[in-house]
Every structure is written in C-alpha cells, then in structure tokens.
C-alpha cells in the first residue's frame, strides 16, 4: 500500500483538498459531522481506484481529482445512512457520527453530501459520467433495501448474498474504477474490463469484510464483533455454516437469528459453529477467487506503474485485518 499511496500523493494531496472545499456549507454542523466522517481513517481505495484507473488510461485532465472526491462522498454519504440503520455505535474505531450527533443529523447530512456529488458531476459537465453515477447511486439503494429485506431470512443463499452485496458495496468500486477509464475516453473493451476489475474486487471486498465480522478484533476492525448477527444480516460465513449444520445446529440457528436478543453464549455459539464449519475459510477463499479474478481483467492493459498499483490494491483487499 505504501508504494501505492506514494505513486498517487500529488493526486491523493489534491482530492484532500476537494474534500475540503467542497464541505464548504453556511451550516457549521455541517461541516463539522462530514469533516469527523471523512478524517476517521479510511483507506481512501475508492478515490485511489478512480486515480489508478485514469493513469493507466493515459487521462490528461484535471476532472479525475474532483470525481474522485465525487466517489469518497457517495461512499460517506452511505455510510452515515447505514450507520443509523445499523444502529451503530462505532466506525473505523471511532464512535459514529449518529452516536455523537444523533440519527436525524447523520441522515441528513448525508442528504447533504448526496445532494452535493450532484452539484460536482455537473460542473465536469461529463453526462456520461453523471449517467454512470447516477444509476450506481440508484443501484446502491436498491442492494440496501434488498439486504433489508433479507434481514432474519435463512433461505438466504449464496447467490442472493453475492447480488446483494454486488449492488451495494462492488458497484461503487466498479464505478470508481469505470469513471477513470470513460473520462480518457478510453476503448469500449477498456471501459469494461476496468469495471469488470472493480466488481471483482468490490465483491472481495465485502466477502473479507463479512468475515473480518466474525473473526476480528475490536481495536483493528474498529466496530464490534458480531455486528452482522446481531442485525440478522445473512453474510457468507454464517449462510456456509446453515448449510453445513445438521438438522438441531440449523433449529439452534433459527432461534438465534430470529430471537429478539443475542445473548454472549448465543454469540459464541454461532462463532463456534462458523469455524467448525469452515465458513471463515470458505469466504476468505472465494474472495481470494474474486481477486484472482479482477487481476485477469487487466491483462489487456500493457504492464506499467498503475497496473502494477491495481494488482497491489487487489491484493490488498484480502489480506487486509480492518
């Protein structure tokens, strides 16, 4: 990562910047919940994917600093709202903003930053990248109510954890990675494989993220452990562990999963079983696969510094801790 982020400083020195700038409101809660969102720690993979995909497509201008603060504030926006469906109190180790300001500030200064990238992608005057971002946003919305909708549900399968998690975490990092190639007006084949690149490794991404859930401790993945259970999320370590209990750890499940209250031994019970079941290791495989994958997309593009940076993201994905 360090020889990434060091590739990227002059850029990443001037999205920081936007991300200022653009903050900018007459209301001081305003720009005091975004800023406390945007310096908490994140790794920035959004905005850097946009910036290694606009290099590697040779890009000359200067709209690839702006959108990739586009990126970082879409993703900050859905944080803050998932957050308040969460019922969250911790992000990226710190207390999250709805637990400092409340649910009713967290949901709209997301409207705020939502309303905001709008305002951005019409000043780059791009359509087609307004397009773009306004169906991945649409796309977004549409996962998080489908994850809703599966809340507490055991005929959760694979497949429909893999297009849950596509629609609303991978379509972003598609996009970012899409944005860079479509503003070099790069090739049709080019365009694609880039988002090809950033499904798969949005996908990796999650899967790690679901697992880190389970596995992780506090101080390094900066929320609490178990959080999927106690919110009912079907993810796929506990769906690999469902399918691979018998039929009194399956009722064991259901009663957990449905009851109102997780207890520590409910917790630990459930822990226990997704190990003994290998689902730990089975999403950490299929993440592996994504990645594997996502690295095949970009065998078109010539080897050089930014492939070379999309292949050490890719990487980084998986072997990641938080």
Known sequence: ??????????????????????????VPLINQVGEYVLSSGGKRIRP????????????????????????????????????????????????SANTVWGNQTSVLVGDFLFAKTF??????????????LSDTTTRMAEGE????????????????????????????????????????????HKVKAL???????????????????????????GKTQGHDLHEGKMTLPL???YCNANEQQKKEISRII??????????KY???????????????SKAAERVDAAKKQLQIFPDCAAREALFKLADYVVARNK
Do not use: W
């Open 48 to 95: 850097m994917l946009l910036l290694l995909a606009a290099k590697l497509c040779d890009y000359r201008g200067q709209d690839h600093i702006e959108l990739a603060c586009v990126i970082e504030f879409i993703h900050t926006a859905t944080l803050l709202h998932d957050d308040v469906v969460d019922s969250a109190e911790l992000r990226r180790g710190n207390r």
């Open 119 to 132: 305002y951005l992608m019409v000043g780059c005057g791009n359509l087609e990248v307004l397009r773009l």
């Open 270 to 284: 459930v822990c226990e079983l997704i190990e003994t079941t290998g689902g730990i290791e089975y999403t950490r």
């Open 1 to 26: 990562m360090e020889k990434v982020v060091a590739l990227l400083q002059t850029e990443m020195d001037g999205v920081e910047a936007r991300f200022k700038k653009n903050l900018s409101s007459d």
């Open 239 to 241: 769906i690999h562990a």
């Open 195 to 221: 988002r090809e690149f950033g499904l798969e490794i949005g996908t990796a991404f999650q899967l790690m993220d679901d697992a880190l859930d389970y596995v992780a401790e506090q101080e390094d993945f």
């Open 145 to 188: 109510v489908q994850q809703l909708l599966n809340t507490c549900d055991l005929d959760v399968d694979e497949t429909r954890y893999l297009d849950v998690i596509r629609s609303k975490t991978a379509i972003l990092i598609a996009a970012a990675c899409e944005v860079g190639a479509v503003l070099a007006e790069s090739s049709p």
């Open 258 to 267: 449905e009851g109102d209250d997780l207890s520590e031994s409910d917790m």
